[in-house]
């Protein structure tokens, strides 16, 4: 056995794959949700510092605000490497959570609001570089599954909330204060043990791709549903905290069984490069053609005396004139962009009232008389139909587009309108109806995510992928804090007071309100907004209609190809050299 073919070699060629950084994506996304089980801790926040609900859902804003304003992270991406993006991440999770811990805890001095609003606006900010640092560099590494790869990556960040629970409750028992220490540390751990992992690779694409995530996708199908199981049996009975470990470890096994696959897909890669010709180790690579440096050298003076020629003006309105669909956009052209203005707009007004009902999901239940233990049910529900929304979206979004050419605009339009049902149902309170409205949000929150960002990484293209996911992220919690705060916080504390002044006589502010009322007009609210902005989403789809028509993924297997063929030709030329 040579050394090239040694167990050694085949486990570092594993540990460098793509699949494996695939899958380090994966453990770190699944860990990346933290913001969405804001419902199990809030009521700690709220009566251990004495906030009131506007108070609160300013708290929930500045989560918002943290966890997708993420344009320093990608213009910090476009010039540092990922594992730095993933330790600055990693810093700011445990930093954030862990204040906010001393704080609801007694073990540090009263922190102001201001400090609270900091402190979840840097833990929150965590999830950016996570996004910006593993899913951005997985999407470029595998550019014509980009679908597939953001519904998985957005799924497993949609299950984070219902592991993070599953977790906690082995650990810590039913002690929701310690939620937030298992938060602060816990994915401040996982990214710090894949930093030199995550890493941008050549761009490649193997036969079995789509099969290899489907193999991904049905254990985490395996692993939601288990979820979903171990929620309905917790419910009903009273664990103890023995089964609440075996639930946990469950949970784990799940999460470690894709490194099969990963190694399986890895073996049958490195079985493949070790049958192909070997170049001769000693024989100097030959250069490309010298035609071809001259044509390039000559080419770009040119260019470049032209533009000048042209005056100021003309560079200008060459900075902001949008190249054609599909191809590489600076920055500045993205932003100004009529189609990205379209976009952001719906999904402030669109996803920005999905997550107005997660963000308020503990104190809807408990408005309209849930009992504690169906809340965190609520919540679990969300996190397991948040997944998947995003699995659906991605895969059913690919396999639409490929097959019908059906554009993830129009599909984008029909996950806002369908989302008004579970707003409808929140604004009228029927019985027992918050348990299909946790789903049916869930699930709608989670389809939008991948739609929006594949939809960015089409029109737009990747070259600016960082910058621009995270400009995209930006629209969430501007729609939070409209909808959240200014509608749904306010109306609720103008709600309680009434009750509270004819209940006791009294001019104090009340701090609960209990009743339909309390947010029947907030999501009367939300729900226009959300019809309108699909509307808005339709008139993109209209205005993308002959890009989505096209093959959009061309350039991409042309690029490839033309890699190919240099590497042959290279190859043919070395073989010449060697028999002179």
Excluded at 500 to 514: P, W
Excluded at 523 to 542: D, E, G, K, P, R
Excluded at 549 to 575: T, W
Aim: proline share 3%; glycine share 8%.
């Amino acid at each position: 056995m040579t050394v090239s073919d040694s167990p050694m070699s085949l486990a570092l060629e594993i540990l460098r794959g793509r699949w494996f950084m695939a899958y380090a994506s994966f453990l770190i996304m699944s860990a990346a949700g933290a913001t969405y089980i804001f419902a199990i801790y809030s009521k700690d926040i709220k009566t251990t510092l004495g906030y009131d609900q506007q108070t609160l859902n300013t708290l929930g804003f500045f989560k918002d605000l943290g966890a997708n304003v993420g344009i320093h992270a990608g213009l910090i991406a476009e010039v540092t490497p990922t594992w730095a993006i993933l330790a600055i991440g990693s810093a700011m999770n445990f930093f954030g959570y862990f204040m906010i811990y001393l704080a609801i805890t007694g073990k540090s001095a009263r922190p102001h609001v201001w400090q609270m609003c900091l402190y979840i606006a840097i833990g929150a900010n965590s999830q950016a570089f996570a996004n910006t640092g593993a899913l951005v560099t997985c999407v470029k590494n595998f550019p014509e599954s980009r679908g597939v790869v953001l519904g998985l990556l957005k799924g497993f960040v949609g299950l984070s909330g219902a592991i993070f629970t599953q977790l906690y409750l082995a650990f810590y028992g039913t002690d929701s204060k310690s939620l937030v220490l298992l938060i602060a540390w816990l994915p401040a751990a996982i990214s710090a043990v894949f930093l030199r992992t995550i890493r941008l690779m050549k761009p490649a694409r193997s036969e079995n791709e789509m099969k290899t995530f489907c193999s991904i996708l049905y254990i985490s199908l395996a692993l939601a549903i288990y979820l979903m199981v171990a929620i309905i049996l917790q419910k009903r009975f009273a664990f103890n905290h023995a089964e609440y470990g075996v639930s946990a470890a469950v949970v784990l096994f799940l999460l470690f069984l894709p490194v099969a696959v990963v190694i399986k897909e890895e073996i049958k890669s490195y079985r493949i490069k070790s049958q192909l010709p070997q170049n001769n180790p000693q024989r100097p690579k030959e250069p490309i053609s010298s035609t071809d440096h001259t044509a390039t050298k000559l080419t770009t003076p040119t260019d470049s005396s032209i533009e000048a020629k042209g005056g100021l003006l003309p560079r200008i309105v060459k900075t902001f004139k949008s190249p054609k669909h599909g191809d590489d956009y600076t920055i500045l052209q993205a932003l100004v962009s009529i189609d990205m203005i379209i976009l952001f707009i719906a999904t402030v007004f669109g996803v920005g009232g999905t997550l107005t009902a997660i963000d308020n999901m503990g104190q809807i239940g408990e408005s309209l008389g849930y009992p504690q233990r169906s809340i965190a049910t609520f919540v679990s529900l969300i996190s397991i139909w948040n997944y998947a929304g995003r699995v659906a979206s991605g895969f059913g979004s690919e396999i639409l587009l490929s097959k019908y050419k059906l554009p993830r605009p129009v599909l984008l339009a029909f996950v806002l309108l369908l989302s008004c049902v579970g707003h409808l149902l929140i604004a009228f309170g029927l019985p027992f109806s918050l348990y299909i409205s946790s789903v049916v949000i869930g699930f709608c929150f989670g389809a939008a995510m991948p739609l929006i960002l594949g939809i960015i990484s089409e029109l737009f293209g990747l070259k600016y992928y960082s910058t621009l996911y995270n400009f995209g992220g930006m629209a969430s919690p501007v729609g939070s804090y409209l909808l959240n705060v200014r509608v749904a916080g306010h109306l609720y504390d103008r709600e309680a007071e009434r009750q509270n002044r004819k209940v006791a006589g009294s001019s104090e502010k009340a701090l609960t309100c209990i009743g339909v009322r309390c947010y029947k007009h907030a999501f009367l609210i939300i729900t226009a907004v959300t019809v309108a902005s699909a509307v808005v989403m339709l008139v993109l789809a209209w205005r993308t209609r002959e890009f989505y028509r096209g093959d959009i993924y061309a350039k991409f297997r042309d690029r490839l190809e033309s890699e190919r063929v240099d590497s042959s030709l290279e190859e043919k030329m070395g073989e010449k050299s060697d028999s002179k």
